[in-house]
């Protein structure tokens, strides 16, 4: 099997590869704590803090935070990061001439560490478009999800997979742990253009706008030519394990405005557009319920928006009102 780094060397350029040999090594040791389940450092549990928008931080955020922003800026190919844990957008000195800039959910899912359910960190890099040679600026990150580069996802789950695509597909790793690599398992990984799984928290059904609710009708009612239900629903509540399902089997996510969160909880800059990206280069959709997500002007490094994302079946079926 094909080792990440070979694959990159023919697949990408140089400063690209280096970038994913960061994100190997930092995945390698937060997944190393999530195997050992709070065996090595204090890192289970809450940490009694809140993140830039408000969330309620897990140790285990503030940890992976840490470890991939360290080696980020260690690898020299990054001008700067954005992330969900921050206030801010980091220029990282010293690597001022970097092309590259990366935006990061360090660990999405984190609601779900202490009850060891699929966590992940998502990511999308981008060139930068400030001038070489001096710090990043707030305009580095905003920019629309058709600019990036490449973008990914780390799941933490039975296996540790890297998720990823450079413009040219989607292709899926395993790390294989006591050699700290990933090995390609699966190659130009096609989403079906049938589903049978709607993702979506359907405790806010009386929240849900009447197109919505019409399509969470359809997906109940349905049935196939032998009188079974086409459809079920299944919703883990980490994104990038309801993605990871439905990229290989079929299906959609949905994460929509609600009255207590009106423009959904879902970040269009750390998990909509990179989660996007992989979508359409596996030959799905992705929304905000009427716009294409990376077609999206982003206005502002933490912003929100509602989510739809999924096959081409299920997605043309909800967006019809």
Known sequence: MTELNEFLSTETTLEIAKIFSAIEQASFIVSKE??????????????GTENS????????????????ER?????????????????EIVSFEGNEDASHVIVIDPLDGSSNID??????????????VSPHGTPVELRDFLQKGRKQVAAGYVMYSVSTQMVLSTGHGVHI?????????????LDHVKMPYEGRVYSIN????????????????????????NGKRQYTGRYIGSLVADFHRNLLRGGIYVYPGIEEAPNGKIRL???????????????????DGSQ??????????????????????????????
């Open 292 to 321: 294409v997500i990376l077609d999206m002007e982003p206005i502002e490094l933490h912003q929100r928006v509602p989510f739809y994302v999924g096959c081409n079946e299920m997605m043309n079926e909800a967006m019809r009102t």
């Open 202 to 225: 359907e405790v806010n059904f009386e929240d849900f706008d009447e197109g919505l609710k019409r399509f969470i009708h359809y997906c109940q009612n349905k049935k196939r030519a």
């Open 53 to 68: 928008t408000g969330d309620q931080q897990q140790k285990l955020d503030v940890y992976a935070d840490s470890v991939f």
């Open 71 to 87: 080696a980020l800026r260690k690898s020299g190919v990054i001008a700067g990061w954005a992330s969900e844990e921050s206030d």
């Open 269 to 287: 800059l750390y998990e909509c557009n990179p989660i996007a990206y992989l979508a359409e280069q596996s030959g799905g959709q992705a929304t």
């Open 34 to 47: 999530v195997w050992y389940q709070g065996l090595g450092d204090d890192i289970m549990g809450a940490r």
């Open 173 to 185: 790793f395993t790390l294989e742990p006591w050699k700290r690599s990933y090995h390609r398992v």
């Open 115 to 128: 009850v060891n359910v699929a966590i992940g960190t998502i990511f999308g890099i981008y060139e930068r």
